[in-house]
């Protein structure tokens, strides 16, 4: 089936739908990772935006039940040069086109990824949409374009309640802005004794705890648009 790409600048770009066939719009990002396509999407940094990758085949090693960085892709969409139809490698339980279909998430591929991320470079980061629809109001998708803004990203992607997750090493308390399982991955790698906390925990909670150490994650989103973790900060 075929998909079009439509920037907020007016560039077009034509190619081939994958995943979901709904329209979607979002934040258009690049990104230049050879590997790594199922953690990117399950990132909780690129909630409300779609990503581009640079590397021209993507898919070659199919998707599995463990690489996810959340529990769902918080990726709008994926655009990509060429789609590999089949995963090899002794992990893969199903084909990157699968996993995409099974989470709703829309895509196009045989589009030159380099010329798109060479505008995103030079003008920087805009809106985008793609569209499965043949015929399609111009207007109508450049007014969607301009209105769309990229926001509430921090409350949706945030953990919902502490959770402990018990070592014998130094005890870290971690914000979860955006947290990915590797950084929990890696503090219990080495022996901490953590806690994850939501977004707007305030300080005095931590704090009364008595850790050794306090750990922010990154996040997706304007940092404009989270400003109320600051005054938090300024208590820790």
Known sequence: MKATLILENGAVF???SIGSTEDVVCEMV???SMVGYQEILTDPSYAGQGVV???PLIGNYGTNDED???EHPWAEALIIRH??????NFRCTSTLNDYLIRHGITGIQDIDTRALTRIL???GVMNGVITCREHYDLDARMEQMHAYRVQGTVERVTCKKVTHIPGDGPRIALYDFGEKRNMANRLLHYGCDLTIYPAHTPAETVLAEGYDGIMLSNGPGDPADCVDIIPQVRRL
């Open 14 to 16: 034509e190619g081939e």
């Open 30 to 32: 690049f990104n230049t």
């Open 53 to 55: 990758m640079t590397y």
């Open 68 to 70: 996810d960085e959340s």
């Open 83 to 88: 789609l590999a139809p089949r995963g090899s």
């Open 121 to 123: 470079r030079i003008q």
